[in-house]
């Protein structure tokens, strides 16, 4: 199986947190998650384990985090009563593990077809994480690669492969004008889609 590599986990419940008929929301989560699976190009690399927590507030306004070095994604419960909205966040966060290890060239690639973007006069992004980075930046970031163009170049990437991954067709963050988007799907199919993902 081609994402045999990938171990999802269910951590034990101490209690059982909104149960319905379908059982605790992680189970149901867990099932959304394979789902998501098959609409992905082929993954590769290390296991990563996938855990469910009730509430994530005390790190901000997140639904979802992804520790890199840990090798380990949270989500929040509350995700199961939204299965388009996990997709979206569910995608986005794995694919923080696929920036780490996508090397410099294809990140440099990235960040210039992102470039072309910005002198296009490019406005919007595919995700409220990139969006808000991308507002946030002066002139100079760009130029100067500065943090802050970085980590807006890896929200856009992330969000942009939930765009094209997650099987949501329709979003209110999904602002990037259709010609920019076309841009982002070949550079995915020309960058990461033909080899697979190194995650």
């Given at each position: 199986?081609?994402?045999?590599?990938?171990?999802?986990?269910?951590?034990?419940?101490?209690?059982?947190?909104?149960?319905?008929?379908?059982?605790?929301?992680?189970?149901?989560?867990?099932?959304?998650?394979?789902?998501?699976?098959?609409?992905?190009?082929?993954?590769?690399?290390?296991?990563?384990?996938?855990?469910?927590?009730?509430?994530?507030?005390?790190?901000?306004?997140?639904?979802?985090?992804?520790?890199?070095?840990?090798?380990?994604?949270?989500?929040?419960?509350t995700l199961a009563g939204?299965?388009?909205?996990?997709?979206?966040?569910?995608?986005?966060?794995?694919?923080?593990?696929?920036?780490?290890?996508?090397?410099?060239?294809?990140?440099?690639?990235?960040?210039?077809?992102?470039?072309?973007?910005?002198?296009?006069?490019?406005?919007?992004?595919?995700?409220?994480?990139?969006?808000?980075?991308?507002?946030?930046?002066?002139?100079?970031?760009?130029?100067?690669?500065?943090?802050?163009?970085?980590?807006?170049?890896?929200?856009?990437?992330?969000?942009?492969?939930?765009?094209?991954?997650?099987?949501?067709?329709?979003?209110?963050?999904?602002?990037?004008?259709?010609?920019?988007?076309?841009?982002?799907?070949?550079?995915?199919?020309?960058?990461?889609?033909?080899?697979?993902?190194?995650?």
């Amino acid at each position: 199986m081609r994402f045999a590599r990938v171990q999802l986990i269910v951590p034990k419940a101490d209690r059982v947190v909104g149960c319905g008929p379908g059982g605790p929301p992680h189970f149901h989560l867990s099932g959304l998650a394979r789902n998501v699976f098959k609409r992905l190009p082929c993954l590769h690399g290390e296991p990563i384990c996938i855990c469910f927590a009730d509430d994530l507030s005390r790190y901000g306004a997140v639904h979802a985090g992804s520790l890199l070095r840990e090798r380990r994604i949270l989500l929040e419960t509350t995700l199961a009563g939204d299965p388009a909205n996990f997709a979206r966040i569910f995608v986005h966060e794995l694919f923080h593990f696929a920036w780490l290890r996508l090397g410099n060239p294809r990140r440099r690639s990235y960040e210039l077809l992102l470039a072309e973007e910005f002198a296009a006069g490019a406005k919007g992004e595919l995700g409220w994480s990139a969006e808000w980075r991308k507002a946030a930046l002066a002139p100079s970031d760009r130029r100067l690669r500065t943090r802050r163009w970085r980590e807006y170049a890896c929200e856009s990437f992330c969000d942009s492969a939930a765009w094209l991954y997650s099987g949501a067709r329709r979003h209110p963050e999904f602002t990037l004008p259709a010609r920019f988007r076309a841009g982002r799907r070949t550079w995915f199919a020309r960058s990461v889609a033909t080899d697979g993902i190194s995650v």
